[in-house]
Structures are given as structure tokens and as C-alpha cells.
């Protein structure tokens, strides 16, 4: 044999492009020779990747990465948060609404807003419903009770405080 340092390994090429544009093909007699420049090309290639990134080691990039998850959670906190905020500054909004504009009390709200509800139907404008509710149940009425003895005028209840009123003795009256 010429060479006992050769492996029965197939010889390994490299296409190498010279200035004048032709084709150089270059020949690696041992495995340990081809393996150098494996190496020698991804240590170049990992210098460059390293180079366009900023940074000195790998270290530093699952540092930087690490650090860009961690505002990824923060930011998605933030989100959520923000969410929370509006919701509820929309429910203030809502009930200053409803109290300024239609008159309701604090604690008229979740009723008002319940029968509200149970008569939304499609085509039909909330604030019509609103209006309606508000005729209904929410508006004034004056009732009598028993005879005028003295210069009071009579009580007037609303049929919503009405309704509060007998739902908490437990008796329920139509007026």
C-alpha cells in the first residue's frame, strides 16, 4: 500500500471557486484533515451569525432571549391588565349613564339592567328597551296611603322601589 495513514474512508471534496470563476475542486487525503476545516468553517460561521447578532458568546444571545421572553410575559401582563382597566372603566361609564341620564339609583342598576336584558331581542335598540323599562318600572308613581291627616304630601315611589320594598318583606303587590 502507498499510504497506511489513509482510512478506507472515500475521499471528501470541496468545490472551491478561484477569481477566474472556474471550478478547483479541493481534496482531503485524511478524515482528521477534513474534520479541521469543518470545523475551521463553522467556527467562521458562528463568528459571523455572532457578529451580526452584537454579542460575544452564545451565552450572551440565551441571555438576550431569555431577557426578550421575559418582557414578552410582562408585556402580555400589561395586556391583560389593560383589558381589566377598560372593562371596568366602562362599567363606571355606564353607570354614570344610567344614573345621570335616566335618573336610576346606585342600587336600581343590576335590576334595571336585568329586565333590560330579558327584553332585548334582535332589531330591537337597547335604548328603545330603555326607555321603556324606565317608563314601566322606573318612573314615578304617587300612591296614597291611608287619609291625609296632616300637611305631609304623600310619599312617591318609584314601582322599582316598590318592588324592593315588598320583595324584602316578602310580599309581591301589583300596582
Known amino acids: 500500500m502507498e499510504n497506511d495513514n489513509l ?9 472551491v471557486t478561484t477569481q477566474e470563476q472556474q471550478e478547483v475542486y479541493r481534496t482531503f487525503s485524511t478524515e482528521e484533515e477534513f474534520n479541521k476545516f469543518v470545523q475551521s468553517t463553522s ?55 344610567l344614573t345621570s341620564q335616566l335618573g336610576l339609583k346606585k342600587e336600581q342598576i343590576n335590576d334595571f339592567n336585568a329586565l ?5 331581542t334582535d332589531g330591537v335598540e337597547r ?3 330603555e326607555k321603556e323599562v324606565i317608563e314601566a318600572y322606573f318612573s314615578p308613581k304617587v300612591t296614597k296611603i291611608g287619609t291625609e291627616k296632616s300637611d305631609t304630601t304623600p310619599k312617591s ?8 320594598e315588598n320583595k324584602t318583606n316578602g310580599t309581591y303587590k301589583v300596582f
Request: net charge negative.
Open 7 to 15: 482510512d478506507p474512508v472515500v475521499e471528501q471534496t470541496e468545490k
Open 43 to 97: 467556527s467562521k460561521a458562528k463568528g459571523s451569525i455572532l457578529k451580526e447578532l452584537n454579542a460575544n458568546s452564545i451565552d450572551e444571545i440565551n441571555n438576550k432571549i431569555s431577557s426578550l421572553e421575559e418582557l414578552q410575559n410582562k408585556y402580555n401582563e400589561l395586556e391583560t391588565s389593560k383589558i381589566a382597566v377598560a372593562d371596568e372603566f366602562n362599567s363606571y361609564k355606564e353607570e354614570i349613564r
Open 116 to 120: 333590560v336584558n330579558s327584553k332585548l
Open 127 to 129: 335604548s328603545d328597551i
Open 157 to 164: 315611589k318609584t314601582q322599582a322601589e316598590l318592588y324592593l
